[in-house]
């Protein structure tokens, strides 16, 4: 306890580190104050559970810290760019235009930026229209039903834009990645809430005990989940001594990190996304078909095992298919000869690239599966009585955003007060040089 005091102490004394606290905690309130802004013409007393409880949107409603149940002007969040980000991100792999702009360094990010900025409006626009006509209550809305969607379209834009500036401002002036400050601060507000109605329910039930046993599981999921987080597989590399000028530079061993879970949340966002698609083309057969009704009902109830087992094999085969997209062994093994490295035993060239492939195939699976296995812990938190919203946090996309952006932030508070340290050693005085102490 007095290593911690003193380690806030240390980070409250560096000023730099100090402001971008504040600064990123001042974004933090005004974001959140943004998601309890309702929208105009809407009575917020008619609103009933606009997520239905589960599913897709209730999903979305804990990413975006309960605006989506809201109906806030910031009810899409960051979700809209998301979504352009990944569709800008595989157009790269389809289109050579895209491919081109990745490779053409700074002016190419800039450009491809901008694209993504007006793909979000197009897709919020799309989203916006779709959430205002299917999950607001007509009996909520108090004025002309034209004007409404209208003008609430092009404030869930301007709220999702509102939302990428202040990320944007966060990364700039704050501490960590903005984009997933302002999700992971969408899903914390939601976990004392979270919290709170599981002990009622346990203590109502008579149950204290189980509520404990039930944080010491989840304290257990999150260890879990940061282990394989940080889990990395490094391969050893060796650099051949170089001439540089007049002097021989010495080789030396690095090591080539090469993570366990290298695609991080996206296959859980992809394999989530496609399963809202089975219950949702069903549901317009079920009055006809039995099969489709079956099939909207399965899919429709995210504790069923159709419906997990098929969600875990979408996410094993995303794993693979993003790990495939991230790294490409042939760049790395002709990068590493050009900088003069190889792997011990292994030849440059085609034989590192292959040998890196096999590393990959063989973290990979392992990565996949234990991937797939949180994305249905909260599927089985469920199905032991736990409330849908306390067992959220038992795994799947928000326990990795939350694991991700916490780990991310710490290091780059340590790569504060490391610097701190470095000036305190400089400042004790110059090093003297052997010249001088001839003299």
């Known amino acids: 306890m007095k290593k911690f005091i003193t380690t806030l102490k240390n980070i409250w004394s560096i000023e730099e580190l100090r402001n971008r606290i504040l600064a990123t905690f001042f974004i933090i309130v005004v974001f959140r104050i943004g998601s309890h802004i309702t929208l105009p013409g809407v009575d ?80 919020t626009i799309t989203q916006g229209f779709a959430y205002l006509k299917s999950t607001i209550p007509t009996d909520a ?43 992971m601060i ?7 809430g979270a919290i709170i ?28 989940a940061v282990a394989m987080t940080q889990a990395v597989r490094r391969v050893p590399v060796q650099y051949a001594k170089q001439i540089v000028g007049n002097k021989t530079v010495t080789g030396q061993r690095q090591y080539l990190p090469l993570k366990l879970n290298i695609s991080g949340v996206m296959p859980i966002i992809f394999g989530q996304a496609l399963m809202f698609v089975p219950s949702f083309i069903a549901g317009y057969f079920a009055e006809k078909s039995d099969t489709a009704q079956y099939i909207a009902t399965v899919f429709g109830d995210f504790t069923s095992w159709q419906y997990n087992l098929t969600y875990a094999i979408l996410i094993i085969a995303f794993t693979f298919f993003y790990t495939a997209i991230s790294i490409n062994p042939n760049q790395i093994a002709d990068d590493m000869k050009r900088g003069g490295g190889f792997i011990p035993g292994i030849k440059p060239g085609q034989a590192t690239s292959d040998f890196i492939a096999q590393v990959l195939d063989r973290i990979t699976l392992p990565g996949a599966i234990l991937l797939a296995c949180i994305a249905i812990f909260p599927a089985i938190a469920s199905l032991f009585g736990m409330t849908q919203l306390f067992a959220s946090f038992f795994g799947g996309t928000s326990l990795l955003i939350l694991v991700g952006v916490v780990l991310d932030t710490l290091q ?14 400089m400042e004790s005085g110059r090093i003297v040089g052997r010249e001088e102490l001839v003299k």
């Open 44 to 123: 917020p007393t008619r609103l009933a559970d606009l997520t239905g409880g589960n599913g897709l949107l209730g999903l979305l409603d804990t990413l975006v810290g309960g605006a989506f149940s809201n109906a806030s002007v910031m009810a899409l969040g960051i979700m809209p760019y998301i979504s352009a980000s990944i569709a800008v991100q595989l157009l790269g792999l389809a289109l050579p235009y895209f491919s081109k702009l990745q490779k053409e360094g700074e002016s190419g990010r800039k450009k491809l930026n901008q694209i993504t900025r007006w793909l979000t409006i197009a897709v």
């Open 412 to 425: 780059q508070i340590e790569s504060y007060l490391l610097m701190k340290r470095m000036e305190g050693l």
């Open 141 to 183: 809305i108090m004025i002309s039903q034209g004007l409404f969607y209208v003008s609430s379209v092009i404030l869930l834009v301007g709220g999702t834009m509102m939302c990428l500036w202040l990320g944007e401002r966060i990364t700039e002036k704050g501490i960590g990645n903005g984009i997933s400050m302002i999700i």
């Open 197 to 224: 109605g599981e002990g009622r329910a346990r203590i109502a039930d008579g149950q204290p005990l189980y509520f404990i046993l039930e944080l010491v599981v989840l304290f257990l999921v999150v260890v879990f």
């Open 186 to 192: 969408g899903i914390v507000s939601r976990f004392p």
